[in-house]
Every structure is written in structure tokens, then in C-alpha cells.
């Protein structure tokens, strides 16, 4: 079995990535892992080479600042470096999401099992999105709690913006894969970063998406949509934690009055709570 991991990144450190920690986190699983880097305005490219693994493959690339469609510059870029895999595996990891060490045994095994099932055309972890600082995790229906991160690279996909993947079938409407559990979690920091990296973001995305960039502030989110974590983080994110790229000193607004969007998501996860069932977005079909 060989695994092929893939990203693609773009002004990783002026945006507050920790990218060179994302792959480090799954160079030990991986055989390879191709990275489009496109042309940026920082060291991006020079903080990947410092990787100096040989697993390792870098693509330049130049993005078409003239789409500006839902993201699909995204989904360009990324299938760019998913193309240029060559394992049974392709493993998509964004610049802000680590695995932990003590998952990878686990997570190599589910890719062992399923590998000769074709009905398993992709694989899902389970999320843990940490929002505002390493201790909390969100958890509100509006997102995704799993997603699929690994497709087989022998079937027909694309990447119509840089979340998920869509099977095409004998040339038809696509879909979403069919994906099993891996058991394993993806740790997700994209909103632990700095304020100020934040908006650096905002402002600099939007216009992919066809929108004007939003003001950015933790104390926006509705604290019933947050737990505590309370587990460990994976080791190599640990500095990139205790540094200024990531925030420190957020706490849940216990005061907050909620949106008339939010109001929508609490029904939803009392509904949830009341049905047992999880309404959270879903990109793949589960396979048991």
C-alpha cells in the first residue's frame, strides 16, 4: 500500500498557517507528499524547503486571480497536487490541520482494511475544531464534525472548492464518495490564529468567493456551540501554540445574545440531542 499526502498553500505565514507543522504531522504515514505552492508574498516557499524531506515533492503553481466563483481557485490548486499523486491513497490535509502521533497506527490500519473494498471509496475522520484558543472545540451543526480527507486515487474525483471531494460517475451529475470511519481525528487550528491573522485572511480570500471581507472577531460565535477539550495536542503543534501566531487568552462570552442564524443552530442541537441524531453537514455516504 502506498499513501500519497497533498496540499497546496499560499501565503502560509502571512495568513498564520501552521503548514510546515500540517505536514509534518503526516510525513510518518505518508510515502509522499506533494505540495502546489503558489507564488506568495512571504517565505512560504523557503519554510517548505527547511522541511528537507526527501517524501517531500514541491510544485509551483500561479493561481487565476480571475475566478472568483464559491472558491473554485481552491479546488483548482488542490487538484493540481492531488494529480500528481501516485499512491493507492491520496490524503488531503489543509495548512491549518494536524494529525496526532499516537492516531497513526490506527489510521494506517483503516487504510490497510479498506483497501481492497471498492465500495470504500473514501476515507472520514472525526474533527476537532478548536475555536479561539487550544481549550475550546466547536461543535455547532453549522460545520462539519467528519469529513472525508482520503479518496482512492484510482477513481474519478475532483475538488470543486477546497473542502471536499465529488465523485464523477460514467460521466454523469456528480457525487459525494462513499467513505468509512478511520477512527482517527483531524486537528483542526484554523481559528486559534492571531486576531489580526484572521483578518489578514479575510481580507485576502474574499474576493475567490465573490464576496467584500468580513471583520473578524472571536467573541462572535455563540458559546452553546462550544465545549472544552480535553484531551492532548498533537507534539509538533505544541510551539506554534505557545507562540503569538496562536491565540491565548479567549473565553466564551457567557452574556452573548444570539443571532437569529444562531437561534436556528440551538434548535438544531436540541433537536439532536432529543432524536439522537447528528444534523452537522456531511460531504461523503457512510459505508458500515
Not at 486559534?192 to 481580507?203: D, H, I, L, P, T
Given at each position: 500500500?502506498?499513501?500519497?499526502?497533498?496540499?497546496?498553500?499560499?501565503?502560509?505565514?502571512?495568513?498564520?498557517?501552521?503548514?510546515?507543522?500540517?505536514?509534518?504531522?503526516?510525513?510518518?504515514?505518508?510515502?509522499?507528499?506533494?505540495?502546489?505552492?503558489?507564488?506568495?508574498d512571504d517565505d512560504t516557499l523557503q519554510a517548505l524547503q527547511t522541511i528537507?524531506?526527501?517524501?517531500?515533492?514541491?510544485?509551483?503553481?500561479?493561481?487565476?486571480?480571475?475566478?472568483?466563483?464559491?472558491?473554485?481557485?481552491?479546488?483548482?490548486?488542490?487538484?493540481?497536487?492531488?494529480?500528481?499523486?501516485?499512491?493507492?491513497?491520496?490524503?488531503?490535509?489543509?495548512?491549518?490541520?494536524?494529525?496526532?502521533?499516537?492516531?497513526?497506527?490506527?489510521?494506517?490500519?483503516?487504510?490497510?482494511?479498506?483497501?481492497?473494498?471498492?465500495?470504500?471509496?473514501?476515507?472520514?475522520?472525526?474533527?476537532?475544531?478548536?475555536?479561539?484558543?487550544?481549550?475550546?472545540?466547536?461543535?455547532?451543526?453549522?460545520?462539519?464534525?467528519?469529513?472525508?480527507?482520503?479518496?482512492?486515487?484510482?477513481?474519478?474525483?475532483?475538488?470543486?472548492?477546497?473542502?471536499?471531494f465529488v465523485v464523477l460517475h460514467q460521466n454523469k451529475k456528480g457525487r459525494y464518495p462513499r467513505a468509512a470511519l478511520t477512527g482517527t481525528h483531524i486537528y483542526h487550528y484554523?481559528?486559534?490564529?492571531?486576531?489580526?491573522?484572521?483578518?489578514?485572511?479575510?481580507?485576502r480570500i474574499a474576493k475567490y468567493w465573490g464576496k467584500q471581507p468580513e471583520v473578524f472577531a472571536y467573541n462572535q460565535i455563540d458559546p452553546y456551540e462550544l465545549v472544552p477539550f480535553t484531551g492532548t495536542h498533537p507534539a509538533v503543534i505544541q510551539p506554534w501554540l505557545a507562540s503569538d501566531a496562536a491565540e491565548h487568552h479567549f473565553t466564551p462570552d457567557a452574556n452573548h445574545i444570539p443571532t437569529k442564524r444562531q437561534k436556528r443552530h440551538r434548535l438544531r442541537m436540541k433537536l439532536e440531542k432529543l432524536l439522537g441524531m447528528d444534523l452537522s453537514k456531511k460531504h461523503f455516504k457512510l459505508v458500515r
Open positions: 500500500m502506498k499513501v500519497s499526502g497533498f496540499t497546496f498553500i499560499r501565503n502560509g505565514n502571512i495568513l498564520g498557517y501552521p503548514f510546515v507543522q500540517s505536514i509534518k504531522s503526516a510525513l510518518p504515514i505518508c510515502d509522499e507528499f506533494v505540495v502546489a505552492v503558489g507564488a506568495s528537507n524531506d526527501p517524501k517531500l515533492r514541491i510544485i509551483q503553481t500561479t493561481w487565476n486571480e480571475k475566478v472568483t466563483d464559491r472558491g473554485f481557485v481552491y479546488g483548482q490548486q488542490k487538484m493540481i497536487a492531488q494529480y500528481n499523486c501516485t499512491g493507492d491513497w491520496a490524503f488531503y490535509l489543509e495548512g491549518d490541520e494536524l494529525l496526532h502521533e499516537a492516531e497513526l497506527e490506527t489510521l494506517r490500519a483503516a487504510m490497510q482494511r479498506h483497501l481492497d473494498n471498492p465500495q470504500v471509496e473514501a476515507l472520514a475522520f472525526d474533527y476537532y475544531h478548536f475555536y479561539g484558543s487550544p481549550q475550546w472545540i466547536a461543535i455547532g451543526t453549522a460545520g462539519y464534525r467528519q469529513a472525508p480527507r482520503i479518496i482512492r486515487n484510482s477513481i474519478r474525483s475532483i475538488a470543486p472548492d477546497g473542502l471536499f484554523g481559528a486559534v490564529r492571531s486576531v489580526a491573522s484572521m483578518n489578514e485572511k479575510n481580507r
